[in-house]
Nanobody, 117 residues
């Protein structure tokens, strides 16, 4: 089992920045990939950014150049640095940990990010 707890969400003006954190605990050594997903009202959950155990990263096109995913292996924490935020970034952001064999997805409860003036 893996437990994930997100923090760092809040209200920010357009153009502002936030850093999300995801504290992981449990059988973290079994995890192959971690990522951030978001779900806006009335929309499907989408992958925002992910990082593999080898350090490879990928981003959805809409956040490339603005968001950066990183991890601290000592603190067992995943981060999402979000810069130049836009109103369309408003969503609940969920931390995800994925194990490939067997295939298991673990989810945090989410943290709300609101971008508004």
């Amino acid at each position: 089992q893996v437990q994930l707890v997100e923090s760092g969400g809040g209200l920010v003006q357009p153009g502002g920045s936030l850093r999300l954190s995801c504290a992981a605990s449990g059988s973290i050594f079994t995890i192959n990939r971690m990522g951030w997903y978001r779900q806006a009202p009335g929309k499907q959950r989408e992958l925002v950014a992910a990082i593999t155990s080898g350090g490879s990263t990928n981003y959805v096109d809409s956040v490339k150049g603005r968001f950066t995913i990183s991890r601290d292996s000592v603190k067992n924490t995943l981060y999402l640095q979000m810069n130049s935020l836009k109103p369309e970034d408003t969503a609940v952001y969920h931390c995800n940990a994925e194990r490939l064999d067997p295939h298991i997805n673990y989810w945090g409860k989410g943290t709300l990010v609101t971008v508004s003036s």
